[in-house]
């Protein structure tokens, strides 16, 4: 079977050269995206309705297991992904938010600071960028300096982004252990949720489909730094 994404590749690339003829930042996107919509054409991937137990709107991962094996791969970096999160979280520190004096930047205003502190009783945090190559979280300054630890980033940044956060948590906690479970019954889907608004952060954005044996992924899934299909798997 030809795939929609194997299309989309010879319309996307040169003859000659195998080069994009497109803008090469977007080209991930668009695979992934026919990925998606070949998963949706298979009956793997719907989009959420009123009154069922995953919210309207959301892409709902049920099942059965696609026959195709790129197809596979995609949902297998669903449970990859999530693997991931759960490897990776951020065990006994917790966000605190504090009150502090007045001060005024160039896109806000802030009465409050940030500091992370040791608490053994804290839920898990997740960075919302991680590296790649060793999957520690990525914080920086606004002229793009990595820097080491949280209270090296300004209050202009600390107050301004959200470095981490539980994002993931409810769906590790609820939805996820379900669904492995019963996955080979479609009885229990996993949520992904609606690609609306920026494609930072953590909202949903697509890139090209990969195994999920490349384990190491943004923690916004869904970002800059990150790469790949999991990309897409953000809760």
């Known amino acids: 079977m030809t795939l929609i994404a194997e299309d989309l590749l010879l319309l996307l690339l040169d003859d000659g050269s195998g080069k994009p003829v497109v803008d090469s930042t977007k080209l991930p996107r668009a695979v992934a995206g026919a990925v998606i919509l070949?998963?949706?054409?298979?009956?793997?991937?719907?989009?959420?309705?009123d009154g069922e137990d995953v919210k309207k709107g959301r892409l709902a991962v049920r099942g059965p297991r696609p026959d195709e094996p790129?197809?596979?791969?995609?949902?297998?970096?669903?449970?990859?992904?999530?693997?991931?999160?759960?490897?990776?979280?951020?065990?006994?520190?917790r966000l605190e938010t504090v009150e502090a004096p007045e001060e005024r930047f160039a896109h806000h205003r802030?009465?409050?600071?940030?500091?992370?502190?040791?608490?053994?009783?804290?839920?898990?945090?997740?960075?919302?960028?991680?590296?790649?190559?060793?999957?520690?979280?990525?914080?920086?300054?606004r002229e793009g300096n990595r820097l080491q630890d949280y209270s090296?980033?300004?209050?202009?940044?600390?107050?301004?982004?959200?470095?981490?956060?539980?994002?993931?948590?409810?769906?590790?906690?609820?939805d996820a252990p379900a669904w492995r479970a019963r996955m080979a019954t479609a009885e229990a889907p996993i949520t992904l949720r609606r690609a609306s608004g920026p494609l930072?952060?953590?909202?949903?954005?697509?890139?090209?489909?990969?195994?999920?044996?490349?384990?190491?992924?943004?923690a916004t899934g869904l970002d800059r730094h990150g790469a790949g299909f999991r990309r897409l798997i953000w809760f």
Do not use: C, K
Request: aromatic content about 10%; cysteine-free.
């Open 38 to 49: 070949e998963l949706a054409m298979s009956g793997v991937v719907t989009v959420a309705q």
């Open 70 to 93: 790129i197809l596979q791969e995609a949902v297998a970096a669903i449970d990859g992904a999530l693997t991931w999160f759960q490897a990776n979280a951020l065990q006994g520190m």
């Open 110 to 141: 802030s009465t409050t600071d940030r500091r992370l502190v040791a608490d053994p009783t804290a839920p898990p945090l997740w960075g919302r960028f991680h590296d790649l190559a060793d999957n520690s979280v990525v914080l920086a300054d």
């Open 152 to 174: 090296q980033v300004g209050r202009e940044r600390r107050t301004g982004y959200h470095w981490y956060g539980t994002w993931p948590q409810a769906l590790l906690q609820r």
């Open 200 to 218: 930072y952060g953590y909202h949903a954005s697509m890139a090209g489909a990969v195994p999920a044996a490349a384990a190491p992924v943004s």
